[in-house]
C-alpha cells in the first residue's frame, strides 16, 4: 500500500512589514471620509484593517475591523478602504495574511479635528454703524 498526504504550502510572510501608505502616524485630518492604504504584500492572501478608538478607562471601541481579499493575481501594488469618521482619536493597523502567516503594520495614530464653528458677526448697538 502506497500511503500519500499532501498539504497546502503557504509562503512565510511573517518576517514582511505590512507598510502604511496613509494616513501617516500622527496625521490630523478633518471629519468626514478617511482613506486608509497600505502596499501589497507578496504572498497574502487577505488583508485586515482594525480602527478603534484608544481609551485608558477600557478597551476602546472598535470603529472598524474589515477584511479584505487580496488579488488572486498578484497585480495590485496596494489595497486601501474608506471610512467616515467623526471628530477624535483613533488608533489602526492592518494585517496582511494567508492560511499559515500574518504579519502586521505598527499601530498608527490619527486625530479627526472638530469643524470650527462658523464665524457669526457681532452685532452693533450702535445705530448709526447699520448701512440705510
Given at each position: 500500500?502506497?500511503?500519500?498526504?499532501?498539504?497546502?504550502?503557504?509562503?512565510?510572510?511573517?518576517?514582511?512589514?505590512?507598510?502604511?501608505?496613509?494616513?501617516?502616524?500622527?496625521?490630523?485630518?478633518?471629519?468626514?471620509?478617511?482613506?486608509?492604504?497600505?502596499e501589497a504584500v507578496e504572498g497574502a492572501s487577505g488583508y485586515a484593517l482594525r480602527v478603534v478608538t484608544p481609551s485608558f478607562a477600557e478597551a476602546g471601541r472598535i470603529v472598524a475591523d474589515?477584511?479584505?481579499?487580496?488579488?488572486?493575481?498578484?497585480?495590485?501594488?496596494?489595497?486601501?478602504?474608506?471610512?467616515?469618521?467623526?471628530?477624535?482619536?483613533?488608533?489602526?493597523?492592518?494585517?496582511?495574511?494567508?492560511?499559515?502567516?500574518?504579519?502586521?503594520?505598527?499601530?498608527?495614530?490619527?486625530?479627526?479635528?472638530?469643524?470650527?464653528?462658523?464665524?457669526?458677526?457681532?452685532?452693533?448697538?450702535?445705530?448709526?454703524?447699520?448701512?440705510?
Amino acid at each position: 500500500m502506497l500511503g500519500v498526504s499532501c498539504d497546502i504550502l503557504e509562503e512565510d510572510i511573517s518576517g514582511h512589514t505590512a507598510r502604511v501608505i496613509a494616513p501617516t502616524n500622527g496625521a490630523e485630518l478633518p471629519p468626514g471620509e478617511v482613506t486608509f492604504r497600505w502596499e501589497a504584500v507578496e504572498g497574502a492572501s487577505g488583508y485586515a484593517l482594525r480602527v478603534v478608538t484608544p481609551s485608558f478607562a477600557e478597551a476602546g471601541r472598535i470603529v472598524a475591523d474589515t477584511l479584505l481579499a487580496a488579488d488572486t493575481l498578484g497585480l495590485a501594488r496596494s489595497y486601501g478602504c474608506r471610512l467616515t469618521l467623526e471628530a477624535g482619536r483613533y488608533e489602526w493597523t492592518v494585517a496582511a495574511f494567508n492560511a499559515g502567516y500574518e504579519t502586521r503594520s505598527a499601530t498608527l495614530q490619527l486625530t479627526v479635528a472638530t469643524e470650527p464653528e462658523p464665524e457669526v458677526p457681532e452685532e452693533s448697538d450702535n445705530p448709526e454703524s447699520v448701512e440705510p
